[in-house]
Structures are given as structure tokens and as C-alpha cells.
């Protein structure tokens, strides 16, 4: 079990409200509710700022009054999961607030005193969805990488193979001086005579 004494020569409310202060200053929402009625207690500015609960009253309330029913589902279950798991538990949410998709990290963890009955569930909340979304375009973005070099691979593979094949020989007419392929010229719309006869086609199979 947890040991929620406070410090020496603080009292034990003072003490509460300077930890719930302090994590305020790094955006990370706490919530402390009684596990037997599932009623939240104690709420940092935070939380209230994260869960979008700034103009309701969250201490006294339960989930059903604050969320809608099936995120309030989902609540509880991680509570029970808690309960089951004294240690803590880490949970994921995606929780629809004022018409956006938001998600968050959790860590939840049972407080009690020693041989008390009435046990209480803390909670530590962050919001990752601007995270997620930025780790979502990064891997978009390596994602086209990805597919842009396997089309240039693959070109200069069948630019290879046709030279070796002799489908083409170099064009010594290109501008800087090194050989250029009529195929690659084609490809970026140098020659369009070319590409408009009506034996195009043919000449790139049989090569005459």
C-alpha cells in the first residue's frame, strides 16, 4: 500500500493541495476519488482544464454525472481494474470532449492507510493527442519517402535493364554533356513526337 502521510510539520490538507499544485505547473491532471462510491474528492486545476470540466463541479460528482455513458463505462472499469492491481495501473482514453477526439495516458493507483477500509483511487492524467497526431505526420511523411525511393529504385532498374537489353542507347545531344536516355526523356515529356507515333509502343518491344 501507499504511504500518503505527509511531511513532517505539514499538515496532511496543506500538503494535498501543494502536490496537486506543483503538477499543475507540468499540465498533468489529478484526480483522487473514493473508490467505494466512485465520487471524486480532490481535483487539480489541470485535470479540470484537460477533461474540459473548467465550468462543472468535480468534486462530489461521479463519472455519469461528467461524461457521457460510455466513457463513464470505460472509467469505471479501469477503476475496478485498479482495485484488482494495488501496484498501479497504466490505461489509454480517447475521450470525445466538446466535439474533438482527445487522448490521454493514465496512471491509477490505489491509496489506503494501513488497516483502513475506505480506499481511495488516484489518478494522473496527460493529454498526448497533440503528440500522437505529430508521431502520426512524421510517419506519414516516412511513409512517402518510402514510396518515392522504391518508384526512383525501380526506375532506374528498368532504365538498366532496357540499356542492357538495347532497347535505347544514349542520347549524346543532352545539354550537360553526359549520355542521357531517350526513355527517361520520354518519361519526363522531353519528346513528344516521339511519344505521339502511332508505332511507339511497338519500337520499345521489339527494340526497332
Known sequence: MVDSTAPAGLNEQVWTQAFLSSLDQFGLGVLVK?????RYEQANEAAARLLGLGDRRIVGSADAELF?????????????????????VRAEHKLELHGERRDFVTWRQVLSEPD??????????????????????????LA???QQQKANDALRREVQDNQENGLWTPDRQATNGEPSFGFCQIHA?????I?????????????K
Open 34 to 38: 473514493d473508490a467505494a462510491s466512485g
Open 195 to 207: 511519344v505521339s507515333d502511332p508505332n511507339f509502343f511497338d519500337h520499345i518491344v521489339t527494340g
Open 116 to 141: 483502513a477500509e475506505a480506499k481511495k483511487l488516484v489518478s494522473v492524467w496527460q493529454d498526448v493527442t497533440e503528440i500522437r497526431r505529430k508521431d502520426m505526420q512524421l510517419q506519414n511523411a
Open 144 to 146: 512517402q519517402l518510402e
Open 68 to 88: 457521457d455513458a460510455p466513457q463513464a463505462l470505460a472509467l469505471r472499469a479501469a477503476d475496478q481494474q485498479t482495485l484488482a492491481v494495488p501496484r498501479g
Open 189 to 193: 515529356g522531353y519528346h513528344p513526337e
